[in-house]
């Protein structure tokens, strides 16, 4: 079975400041995809970042980045220069790999909050 | 593109009344469309999956005839929450998923807040 673990419920960043939100996971499939969502309290989900199981270098998008460690079964969110608007949910998902449906399996999210 | 659109975005009902949410996809045909249920500061549950034209299939545990899905067509889903009761008030999101959409499997709504009195 697929599992997302995200082990901190809560992270607090200096504006301007990096930071890094943790994701492990299970699988046994050999192709799959992670993602990274961000949920504002107006609770829409906002898809930030994907990284491919076969992908050799780590996805980047603008301050985002995701550190892909596939022999830990890490992939790791990293947000450059934190800003106010980046407090949020984020939550870590596992799902297929680019151009195919089906399920994500969501990870239990964390709460971040940047502090001026 | 791939844009989805949910709607209402918040009701407020009395105990016992049906509410149906809506879930369109608005620029590209949904093959597949997903039911989830968020409680506050948790993560998001699917309820359900829905295929074009075929019957609903439901996790373990949520219950088909008080959720009732229908995918009638390749842009429209609803979500009936049959004679609500405050328990069912909670945050519901539908997303919607069609092969060749880049590196999203599934284009998010953006959720229904129920509120049942």
């Known amino acids: 079975a697929q599992k997302i673990t995200q082990t901190q419920p809560g992270m607090f960043v200096q504006e301007k400041e990096a930071v890094t939100l943790d994701c492990t996971y299970d699988?046994?499939?050999?192709?799959?995809?992670l993602f990274w969502y961000k949920q504002p309290s107006s609770g829409e989900m906002i898809f930030l970042i994907y990284?491919?199981?076969?992908?050799?270098q780590n996805a980047t998008e603008g301050r985002y980045s995701l550190n892909f460690q596939k022999a830990r079964k890490s992939a790791n969110l990293v947000i450059s220069a934190s800003q106010l608007g980046d407090s949020a949910m984020y939550f870590c998902?596992?799902?297929?790999?680019?151009?195919?449906?089906?399920?994500?399996?969501f990870g239990q999210g964390t709460t971040l909050q940047v502090k001026p | 593109g791939a844009v989805v659109s949910q709607h209402p975005s918040r009701v407020i009902c009395k105990s016992g009344t049906s509410v149906k949410i809506e879930c369109r996809s608005l620029?590209?045909?949904?093959?597949?469309m997903f039911w989830y249920r968020q409680f506050p500061k948790k993560s998001l549950m699917l309820m359900a999956t829905s295929n074009e034209g075929s019957k609903a299939t439901y996790e373990q545990g949520v219950e088909k005839d008080k959720f009732l899905i229908n995918h009638a067509s390749l842009t429209l889903s609803t979500l009936t929450v049959t004679s609500a009761h405050p328990e069912d008030s909670s945050f519901y999101i539908c997303?919607?998923?069609?092969?060749?959409?880049?590196?999203?499997?599934?284009?998010f709504g953006d959720g229904t807040r129920l509120s049942i009195l």
């Open positions: 990284q491919g199981s076969y992908d050799e």
């Open positions: 620029d590209f045909q949904a093959t597949t």
């Open positions: 998902a596992m799902g297929p790999p680019s151009g195919n449906t089906g399920k994500l399996i």
């Open positions: 997303s919607a998923s069609s092969r060749g959409q880049g590196n999203q499997p599934q284009h």
């Open positions: 699988t046994s499939d050999q192709s799959y995809g």
